[in-house]
């Protein structure tokens, strides 16, 4: 039987909160450390996202892409709820909040409401009603290729109607010019093939959005909306050698070029009401859109000016879903009880065909599985949340949902399965101090399924092609976990954590039924780490000076099925960090900060290659001055001495299970960028 999104959880989840007993019990409240907004005054913020930036010890996490809405915040909540939208993000809801209706700031350690989507620690945003008032940003990039690029960014807020409102507009123009070489060898290291290259990659992004609250039905009815929309146009030029170093006349040429339009719209309503015996209950409803279009072409001539192959690529991809979710919660007392259902909806139509044209002109159609098809998810959840404090200093969180989907596919490819999952968590948070919190759980989630891989791709600059299969089911993690928050005097914040993931069906690349290369349900795996943040105040060596840090190492293991042996698991980066140093000067109106971040390489695997790609690390240094009445200045340096990029691909013949066929490697470099920003509230 097929299961339906329209289940009535609105009308079955008013009825238990005029149900909910509410057991009120003296308890403690949970961890707070608030700051309010005069704490902000001497970075002169412009909006809420630079207040939030300013919080000690504490990274945004913009969230994860999980299935449905209960699990894709990140650790922002406003005014106790996190923002309604699910793909502008916190940071774009903090964008269009001004700086002056902020009233403080709370960071939370170890949050027991769903609304802070499993987070141990999230920073909650008091507001107050404010008049009119917003802020404007204009920039102006100069990037290596010495072309200028203005973008603007400009927020409002304020009541209208009755109603209070914000909203934002961006308009960003982007060029990243690069160039390198390009080296293939043979098996045994001989010279096949030597280019070089050059590339621009030019784009134009557009971005409303906003949202509007107002007192309704003895709640709050809020309703936001997003529209984005930009074009992408790639285009690289290989010149080439054919055995042996640039010397002479090129041999042959390649142009690589891809052309992709986007357009998304999200629109969403939520209705909350808090009832006499201190239940509340939140009703939400979310629908989005996004259309995907992408033309590529890779045409080689040999000798200039003759045509010797050409592959053609056309993709159409279409997305739909919708989501609707009810929440009844008690936020008081000892115990506190939580539970709601949700429903959704997802429906991927992808369209591709590929073709290759010879010396002689003829286009010759390239075949592969689910090349065009349409996969539609049913879902449903429900699900019962309770936190408990077993003293002032204990707290027991236990949660269990129980999800049920069904996956069809339809077209060159047919499918049906019907699918369900138990996801139980559990926590226990201890509080010895009132700045120290250390909480242990473990729990168990299902992945979000790329729709993407139950479709045929191709990448014609690469030649790499991949068959969709209609048979994918989502991956199941089960994850153990031990994080530790300490906070200090003067801003001073430690935070760390440890965990260890056991994970079912992971997907990997496969050798599909029909003989064609893919992603399908592997084996299991296991990953492990630790990540570790920290800001200090370092006054004693400078007035002003603050040190931001954080960092994750992790590692994984999988018995990969082509080749029998150990390894990592696919698109897998073992360590991050990112180092921050600033000095704000307010007597001077001036503040600087120098930013440092990079990555390990990460490692992808194709059924007929491995792939390394690598980066150096990222550099950011920016100088900020207010000396200008109601105006924020500053100048941003992006990679001063440029940024090198190198991808290495392993080839083999037919599988990677066989003998080393040939190598390739690039490396490329892109930067310096200059930006000059100007701010201003109002």
């Given at each position: ?51 939030v ?18 699990d ?61 008032s917003?802020?404007?940003?204009a ?8 072309a ?140 989005s ?7 590529s ?11 010797t ?49 010879d ?24 699900f ?59 729990r168990?989630s ?61 997907l ?58 150990s ?76 940024r ?34 100007v701010?201003?509230?109002?």
């Amino acid at each position: 039987m097929r299961l339906r999104a329209g289940i009535p959880l609105a009308v079955a989840a008013m009825a238990l909160a005029s149900a909910t007993p509410i057991l009120a019990l003296a308890s403690e409240p949970m961890q707070v450390k608030s700051y309010a907004r005069e704490f902000f005054a001497d970075f002169a913020p412009s909006t809420a996202l630079d207040m939030v930036g300013r919080v000690p010890g504490f990274t945004l996490n913009e969230g994860e892409t999980r299935r449905g809405f209960g699990d894709t915040g990140g650790n922002v909540l406003i005014n106790g709820a996190r923002p309604g939208s699910k793909s502008g993000g916190p940071r774009e809801a903090l964008s269009r909040i001004p700086a002056s209706a902020v009233v403080r700031i709370d960071l939370v350690t170890n949050p027991t409401t769903s609304e802070a989507s499993g987070q141990s620690v999230v920073v909650d945003l008091i507001l107050r009603e404010t008049a009119v008032s917003g802020s404007w940003s204009a920039s102006l990039t100069r990037t290596r290729d010495e072309a200028l690029r203005p973008s603007v960014n400009a927020s409002l807020s304020g009541p209208i109607a009755g109603w209070r409102t914000s909203g934002s507009i961006q308009f960003r123009p982007w060029s990243d010019p690069s160039d390198g070489t390009r080296r293939r060898t043979g098996p045994t290291g001989e010279l096949q093939l030597f280019e070089q290259m050059t590339g621009e990659v030019n784009g134009l992004q557009v971005t409303l959005s906003g949202d509007a609250r107002r007192e309704a039905l003895g709640g709050e009815f809020a309703v936001n909306g997003r529209f984005d929309g930009y074009d992408v146009d790639v285009r690289f030029a290989r010149r080439g050698f054919i055995g042996r170093l640039p010397a002479g006349s090129v041999d042959q040429l390649q142009g690589i070029s891809f052309d992709d339009p986007y357009l998304s719209a999200e629109l969403g309503g939520e209705w909350s009401r808090r009832f006499s015996n201190a239940a509340t209950l939140k009703v939400l409803s979310l629908v989005s859109w996004t259309q995907d279009d992408s033309d590529s072409g890779n045409r080689i001539e040999r000798p200039l000016g003759t045509r010797t192959s050409e592959t053609l690529s056309i993709s159409r991809r279409n997305l739909i879903e919708w989501v609707g979710r009810a929440t009844v919660s008690a936020g008081e007392g000892r115990l506190r009880p939580e539970f709601g259902g949700e429903a959704a909806f997802n429906r991927l139509d992808s369209k591709l065909s590929l073709t290759t044209r010879d010396s002689a002109g003829t286009l010759i159609p390239i075949s592969l599985p689910a090349a065009n098809v349409v996969v539609d998810e049913y879902r449903t959840e429900a699900f019962l949340n309770l936190a408990y404090d077993v003293s002032p200093r204990w707290t027991l969180d236990a949660k269990v949902a129980s999800e049920w989907s069904e996956i069809s596919v339809s077209g060159d490819a047919r499918n049906r399965q019907r699918l369900q999952f138990l996801k139980p968590e559990v926590s226990l948070s201890w509080r010895p101090a009132p700045d120290l919190s250390v909480v242990a759980g473990v729990r168990r989630s299902v992945g979000q399924l790329d729709f993407d891989s139950f479709a045929a791709s191709a990448e014609v600059g690469s030649d790499r092609t991949q068959g969709g299969n209609a048979q994918l089911r989502p991956q199941i993690e089960t994850r153990a976990s031990l994080d530790l928050d300490v906070r200090g005097q003067g801003g001073l914040a430690l935070n760390a954590s440890v965990f260890h993931e056991w994970r079912e069906d992971v997907l990997e690349p496969i050798i599909l039924p029909g003989g064609a290369f893919g992603v399908g349900n592997a084996k299991s795996a296991r990953v492990w780490g630790a990540r570790i943040g920290a800001s200090a105040p370092l006054s004693w060596l400078a007035r002003g000076m603050r040190l931001d840090a954080n960092g994750e190492w992790r590692e994984s293991v999988f018995d990969d099925p082509l080749t029998g042996r150990s390894r990592r698991l696919t698109d897998f980066t073992p360590w991050t960090y990112s180092v921050e140093l600033r000095q704000d000067l307010p007597e001077r109106k001036l503040s600087w900060s120098a930013k440092v971040s990079g990555e390990d390489k990460q490692v992808s695997y194709y059924v007929p290659e491995f792939s390394t790609f690598g980066m150096s690390p990222e550099v950011r240094l920016t100088v900020e001055s207010t000396y200008w009445r109601d105006l924020k200045v500053s100048l941003t340096v992006l990679n001063p001495l440029g940024r090198r990029f190198t991808t290495d691909r392993t080839f083999f013949s037919p599988t990677r299970a066989s003998a080393v066929t040939g190598r390739e490697a690039r490396r490329w470099e892109e930067g310096p960028d200059v930006s000059l920003t100007v701010k201003r509230s109002f």
